[in-house]
Nanobody, 115 residues
């Protein structure tokens, strides 16, 4: 599985971005797909995920501001981010769990939120 992430950039606080992650496989069959982020000097953290049955999990720190969605026809998962804060600054990585034993990462896309 190959994952191609895009959509990062530099925005002012309060701004919006939409990240995209295009997968080479059929994401509707994946156990899960979603986004992690890693801020400078911090550990990578799970931001949002969608499971095969459509269950969505979003970390508390971004609830109400970030939305994860997927387009199965395009094999693409999106992370819509609004009301961005400087603390959202990080490299965002998409990942995919096609099954219980496989994990794939996309290249990171950098998000910088200026105050």
């Amino acid at each position: 599985v190959q994952l191609q992430a895009s959509g990062g950039g530099v925005v002012q606080a309060g701004g919006s971005l939409r990240l995209s992650c295009a997968a080479s496989g059929s994401i509707s069959r994946f156990n899960g797909i979603g986004w992690y982020r890693q801020a400078p000097g911090k550990e990578r953290e799970l931001v949002a995920s969608i499971s095969r049955d459509g269950t969505i999990n979003i970390v508390n720190s971004v609830k109400g501001r970030f939305t994860i969605s997927r387009d199965n026809a395009k094999n693409t998962v999106y992370l819509q981010m609004i009301s961005l804060k400087p603390e959202d600054t990080a490299v965002y990585f998409c990942y995919a769990n096609p099954n219980a034993v496989s994990l794939y990462w996309g290249q990171g896309t950098e998000v910088t939120v200026s105050s």
